[in-house]
């Protein structure tokens, strides 16, 4: 029972692995292209309210990608993304409505908005990173948490009324599409599908690479990973800082999907979808990331249509459901199922 | 000065509330090791129950302990149904079903009692005591209360068998086992513990905060920056803790101009925040030392 391809040393010998005559590599590849094809071809199939759940879908696969790359990828929890999120909202929301030159001419607001909003997100992110470094695991969730239960209320607090809107919030105009043959929601969707291929393939880079070893092995052994020189508390604090930059841009891109942000939509509870949905996902699987906000958004959905008065409950029980048949999430389940099949082709 | 004393004995009679819900967090913490973020949830469920005792006309000190026995119970079920099939599961995956427990009992306690306010008797005389009009005497109750339940807690971890295993199997569950502790029923009896130190908890604070699904989500915030203060791994410096956060919040309150009441929330993160950066372990906590 031979691999029956030279390995040429270096290579990864899994690469050369065949199922079904096909190499894994090849099968990720095609799997991609798949999912482009399909992603490329839904909104002209299906109705205007599911291509904008669809686009919330991708949002949330956004923030929960930022949250992957600091729980999955760097070990440190947080129950307080939803706080990077309404950042990233309410950044957004308020520069559209003081700045003229965003409000007036929605190119500019697509083609350079998400910029700001970046900027302040990653800064905000590594200065709450700074402190974080002092917690581990559970402490640092409880830091998070309180963060995450305090955000709405400082939302609301009268002296930010100027800025925020208080509770009421702040209206966003509707986008309208820059481009001819595609409807508003259309192209609000493809616009956030770029958004989310362009960063999908940052976090692929930068976990590939030499920092995302780095991230990984403070991870798996803080001690070897400053052993062997690296700067455990640059990298552990920039990491917050780029998780809460993809969390914050996911923020931006609710609140122009939306057209309105306020306090209550940012509750603990956003925060703990993120975390579900990075669970079902598979923890540090960057893919696993797009299950998971399909799951966050259309599952209470689902719950709510087997019964309306306890839907949090069948949530519950979905969530019970979900790491019991797949402790290790999508991502794990799809390795499982892979490995299954090589065994019995051979 | 008189202002002073009046908020800081309000500030007891608040702090009272979080110091039942931190003994309980810390409670569970010691037990399995976890924070039970379903923790609140769970009493609110339990204090739901008593009330549906007590409107069936059974008399209040026979359903308050009904009611503790019953929460005993279905926290031992509870661990031994979900919790007990995935324990060396990742830490994450612990957390989401404490999540979907959360939602559970929320949503379940929404759809037998309804979300609308109800009043929760209290078992103290209504007139206050001494005459003072600062602190009334359902405060007292409950001061006196979880003194009283703390103590019971210490003579049972530190004089019992049973107390002195659990805190084994919570602390090295391997060698625990390997000198003949039943590691699996020791935690499901923290579980069940928990959930009646909850309920207690629950049908103290009642009364004062009324009783809803959503009770405890606040509550329960600073019952974790009360737990976090006095340290998680003390039980006395969780009562301690809760009691300095209701004083200090209510101070911050009146004294501080711009904290109002309305940042009163973001209060307890700054107390949770801060602690953690200068003394992560806590007021009275131990200092966990791990072997690298």
Known sequence: MSVQSTITPGANPANSIRLAGITLPMWRKLWLIGFIVLVIAIPFIVKNFTI??????????????????????????????????????????????????????????????????????????????????????????????????????????????????????????????????????????????????????????????????????????????????????????GTFGVSAMYTGIAGALSALAIEYVAPDSFTFILAVSFLVGLVVGGVASIPGAIVGGLFILFIPNFAEEVSKGLSWAVYGAFLILAVYVMPTGAAGLVRIITHRLIRISR | MELFFQQVLAGIATGAIYACLALAVVMIYQAIDHFNFAQGEMAMFSTFVAWQLITWGIPYWIAFILTVLISFAAGLAIERVIFAPIRDAPVLSHIIIFIALFSAFNSIAGFI?????????????????????????????????????????????????????????????????????????????????????????????????????????????????????????????????????????????TFIPFIGSELKLSFALVIIIVVLLVRPAGLFGRVVVTRV
């Open chain 1, 52 to 237: 904008f759940q669809f686009t919330l879908a991708a949002i949330y696969a956004i923030a929960i990608l930022g949250l992957n790359l600091l729980t999955g990828f760097n070990g440190q929890f947080s129950l307080g993304h939803s706080a990077f999120y309404a950042l990233g909202a309410y950044t957004m929301a308020i520069m559209m409505d003081n700045w003229p030159i965003m409000a007036g001419d929605y190119e500019v607001t697509f083609l350079v908005g998400l910029f700001p909003v970046a900027i302040v997100c990653l800064v905000a992110g590594f200065l709450f990173g700074l402190p974080a470094l002092r917690l581990d695991g559970l402490y640092l969730a409880l830091a998070t948490f309180a963060l995450a239960v305090a955000t709405p209320q400082l939302l609301k607090y009268n002296h930010f009324e100027e800025f925020t809107g208080g509770v009421q919030g702040i209206n966003l105009l509707k986008p309208e599409s820059a481009i001819g043959f595609l409807n508003d929601d259309q192209f609000t969707y493809f616009y956030v599908m770029i958004v989310l291929g362009l960063l999908f393939l940052g976090a692929w880079n930068l976990i590939r690479g030499r920092t995302g070893r780095a991230m990984v092995a403070i991870r798996d052994n803080p001690l070897a990973a400053k052993a062997m020189g690296i700067n455990t508390a640059l990298y552990k604090s």
């Open chain 2, 113 to 253: 009692w309804d979300f609308t306010i109800k009043v929760f008797p209290s078992p103290f005389p209504q007139e206050s005591l001494f005459g003072n009009t600062l602190i009334g005497s359902h405060q007292l109750g409950m001061v006196g209360v979880t003194l009283l339940m703390l103590f019971l807690i210490f003579a049972f971890f530190k004089y019992t068998p049973v107390g002195l295993s659990m805190r084994a199997a919570a602390a090295n569950p391997d060698s625990a086992r390997l000198v003949g502790i039943n590691v699996g029923w020791m935690l499901a009896l923290g579980w069940g513990l928990a959930a009646a130190i909850g309920a207690v908890g629950g049908m103290m604070i009642a009364p004062v905060v009324f009783l809803d699904p959503n009770m405890m989500l606040g509550i329960l915030l600073y019952g974790f920056a009360g737990a976090v203060v006095g340290g998680l791994t003390s039980p006395g410096g969780a009562v301690v803790g809760g009691f300095l956060v209701g004083v200090l919040e209510n101070l911050a309150g």
